[in-house]
T-cell receptor
Framework: DTGVSQDPRHKITKRGQNVTFRCDPI?????LYWYRQTLGQGPEFLTYFQNEAQLEKSRLLSDRFSAERPKGSFSTLEIQRTEQGDSAMYLC?????????????FGPGTRLTVL | GQQLNQSPQSMFIQEGEDVSMNCTSSSIFNTWLWYKQDPGEGPVLLIA?????ELTSNGRLTAQFGITRKDSFLNISASIPSDVGIYFC?????????????FGTGTRLKVLA
């Protein structure tokens, strides 16, 4: 399978704990995005990387959130001191800019539940 | 965050029927994408549209980029039970960079066999 992969698929944690999610994009894609999706809503943009550079962060991304893409390949999203409001599906997507057009492909997501 | 308006929010249809849904925005968009999402999974890209008036098909699915650049339509012909899921539109606003996609609120489709 050469699609976007995410790990873990599910994470249950207690309030106050730190969690880290991993995303492996499609291999030739230079752009990587993180989204958050809550029940009944569409995905909301969190942050975006072009290669290893983080070029945009949404206001949704509080100081407790940090994302990295150290070698321009896989990315990690860490949430420190989790709160119940952080419970959501965290989606990763990747794309390749070609001819000014991009098609964004999503991974299966990591479902976070904060107790 | 900002989201697009999708209509209808949900629909029940009989197997074999055609389905239409749309997505509207108050501002001009450069790109429209349509995704389908099954429970517990990530969205799967169905169709991408890049030019006003463009009409693109993918099997039984047909989508159009509205002439005003403020809307898009998705049609599913001869629906089957596996069409069940949530359909999201996503668009790139004219004023944004290529990373700034906004998602609709989703249309929940249920197909009755």
């Amino acid at each position: 399978d050469t699609g976007v992969s995410q790990d873990p698929r599910h994470k249950i944690t207690k309030r106050g704990q730190n969690v880290t999610f991993r995303c492996d994009p499609i291999s030739e894609h230079n752009r990587l995005y993180w989204y958050r999706q809550t029940l009944g809503q569409g995905p909301e943009f969190l942050t975006y990387f072009q290669n290893e550079a983080q070029l945009e962060k949404s206001r949704l991304l509080s100081d407790r959130f940090s994302a990295e893409r150290p070698k321009g390949s896989f990315s990690t999203l860490e949430i420190q001191r989790t709160e119940q409001g952080d419970s959501a599906m965290y989606l990763c997507a990747s794309s390749l800019l070609a001819g000014g057009h991009t098609r964004r492909y999503f991974g299966p997501g990591t479902r976070l539940t904060v107790l | 965050g900002q989201q697009l308006n999708q209509s209808p929010q949900s629909m029940f249809i009989q197997e074999g029927e055609d389905v239409s849904m749309n997505c509207t925005s108050s501002s001009i968009f450069n790109t429209w994408l349509w995704y389908k999402q099954d429970p517990g999974e990530g969205p799967v890209l169905l169709i991408a549209l890049y030019k006003a008036g463009e009409l693109t098909s993918n099997g039984r699915l047909t989508a159009q980029f509205g002439i005003t650049r403020k809307d898009s339509f998705l049609n599913i012909s001869a629906s089957i039970p596996s069409d069940v899921g949530i359909y999201f539109c996503a668009g790139q606003p004219f004023t944004s960079g290529t990373y700034k996609y906004i998602f609709g609120t989703g249309t929940r489709l249920k197909v009755l066999a």
